[in-house]
């Protein structure tokens, strides 16, 4: 990746309801690349780390998803959530490489319809940067 990226598994994930983050900075992005589950134990974790990445007005924030093996509908309200709060400071949230089962909890809850979908980190930050 371009531009002094850190790209660095997100770390090791014990068990059922565990959740890890790494963030590092890409271009004008931060990325926060996640791994384990994202369901109503981890969810205030999933959102510390969301608001920390969005905080500066303008932010632009990719989420890889490439290492979630579940999401419920706690980890799709942190989105949905994400998404509202960088729309009234003009910043930007995307999702990068859900997992088949992830990808399908978004498509039914049409998470794409307000937070873009991308095939790769290096998509979404040539998008969106």
Do not use: K
């Amino acid at each position: 990746m371009a531009n002094g990226s850190h790209r660095h598994p997100p770390g090791p994930v014990d068990g059922p309801g565990d959740l890890a983050v790494h963030r590092y900075r890409c271009a004008e992005c931060t990325v926060l690349e996640v791994a384990g589950e994202i369901d109503g134990a981890s969810a205030p974790q999933f959102r510390d780390e969301l608001v920390a990445a969005i905080a500066q007005p303008g932010a632009r924030v990719v989420v890889d998803l490439e290492h979630v093996v579940f999401m419920d509908c706690s980890g799709v309200g942190e989105l949905v959530q994400a998404v509202a709060r960088t729309g009234w400071t003009t910043g930007s949230v995307c999702l990068t490489r859900p997992t088949r089962f992830v990808r399908r909890v978004l498509d039914l809850t049409h998470v794409a319809t307000v937070c873009p979908i991308y095939e790769s980190v290096e998509a979404a930050v040539g998008d969106i940067a």
